[in-house]
Structures are given as structure tokens and as C-alpha cells.
């Protein structure tokens, strides 16, 4: 069983991140850059077993951006798989 869930709201600018134990308490919010290097620097401060939830809450109607989105979340999905 994972010790920590981690969400994640993927933006193209920003990702907002919650830490909660397996227990339901919250360790730690807030938002990190969407770069590579904030991405691994909040990895590697998670202390045990875990698993992360990707979800992009602001699909806007045109069909090029839900594009964009999606293809968003994929990479940091596909960054995050060695981790996970």
C-alpha cells in the first residue's frame, strides 16, 4: 500500500501539488513551476511509497487547447513513470 497520495493540477505555466498520507492528513500544498527541475525537486521530497493522481480541471471548449492539455499531462506523466 502507497504511505502518500500526491495530486497534481497540470497547467501549462504552473502544477498544483497535494501531499496527503495515507491516513488522510495533508503533509504539504502548493503550486511548483512546470519545469523539469521543480518537478524532480518535489519528487525527491516525498519520503516513502506513493502515488500520483493527474487530472487538468480547466478544459476550455476549443478543441486545439484540449489538445494542448492532454498532451500537457502526458509529459509529466511520462516524466514522472520512473518515480511512480
Known amino acids: 500500500m502507497y504511505q502518500y497520495f500526491v495530486g497534481l493540477d ?23 513551476k512546470a519545469r523539469r527541475f521543480n518537478i524532480n525537486q ?4 516525498i519520503p516513502g511509497p506513493w ?10 471548449s476549443a478543441a486545439t487547447q484540449k489538445q494542448q492539455s492532454r498532451a500537457l499531462v502526458s509529459i509529466v506523466a511520462w516524466h514522472l513513470t520512473p518515480h511512480v
Not at 42 to 45: D, E, H, Y
Not at 51 to 60: F, G, I, N, P, Q
Open 51 to 60: 502515488h500520483c493522481d493527474l487530472t487538468v480541471l480547466r478544459l476550455e
Open 10 to 32: 497540470v497547467h501549462q505555466q504552473v502544477i498544483a501539488c497535494c501531499i496527503k498520507a495515507s491516513v488522510g492528513a495533508i503533509l504539504n500544498e502548493g503550486s511548483i
Open 42 to 45: 518535489r519528487v525527491r521530497s
